[in-house]
Every structure is written in structure tokens, then in C-alpha cells.
């Protein structure tokens, strides 16, 4: 019904910048709360940032100041610019869209989840 698909990820140095993509389709008559989680092996997945229906974003604290969060509501994708990257950045990244559907109602979907290497 619903599906995210993800880009973006790769191998890249610290210090380096990458910028992950995250479009949905389908049966949306409403996007709500888009965000960014990721998950380090043996660890469990977490907040990275996310964004209001209205624009305002929410970061953790680990990456204020270097991520940033952005919607492009007509395109129905959620953007994720990082920059300043470190080595514990390196985690799968995946795309959170809180979507109101017409068959059942209000759901969380998720993203396919690309990989973010940060590594010298």
C-alpha cells in the first residue's frame, strides 16, 4: 500500500558529507511525522531526527549541528544532509513517514534502510 524507498547511503571518510533520500508512495492521502532512525550492529535502532508535518525539526543530541532535516511535502520525500561525519555515525539508516492511508488508516511505515560507512 505504502512503500519507502531510500538512497543516499555509501562509504565515505570522516569529515565527509552525505545526503540520504527517503520518497513515499501509495495510497497516501496524509503525510504526518517524517523521520530518521538508525541501527549499529548489536545495538537497538534509535531516533536520528525528525520532521513536523509543519517543518519543525527534532535532532538527537549526537548530531545537532551537523545533521539536517528537510520535507519536500510535494514530492513526498524526507531528506537527511550530514555533514561533519564521524565513525560512530556508521549505522543503517532508515526512513520513519507517519502516513494517514485510505484503507487503513493511520500508520508508521518504514524505509528498505541504506548503509551509512563512515571510515578512513
Known amino acids: 500500500q505504502v512503500q519507502l524507498v531510500e538512497s543516499g547511503g555509501g562509504l565515505v571518510q570522516p569529515g565527509g558529507s552525505l545526503r540520504l533520500s527517503c520518497a513515499a508512495s501509495?495510497?497516501?492521502?496524509?503525510?504526518?511525522?517524517m523521520g530518521w532512525y538508525r541501527q549499529a550492529p548489536g545495538k537497538e535502532r534509535d531516533l536520528v531526527a525528525r520532521?513536523?508535518?509543519?517543518?519543525?525539526?527534532n535532532y538527537a543530541d549526537s548530531v545537532k549541528g551537523r545533521f539536517t532535516i528537510s520535507r519536500d511535502n510535494a514530492k513526498n520525500t524526507v531528506y537527511l544532509e550530514m555533514n561533519s561525519l564521524k565513525p560512530e555515525d556508521t549505522a543503517a539508516y532508515y526512513c520513519?513517514?507517519?502516513?494517514?492511508?485510505?484503507?487503513?488508516?493511520?500508520?508508521?511505515?518504514w524505509g528498505q534502510g541504506t548503509q551509512v560507512t563512515v571510515s578512513s
Open positions: 501509495g495510497s497516501i492521502l496524509r503525510i504526518n511525522t
Open positions: 520513519n513517514v507517519g502516513v494517514v492511508t485510505y484503507y487503513i488508516g493511520s500508520k508508521d511505515f
Open positions: 520532521i513536523s508535518s509543519g517543518g519543525g525539526p
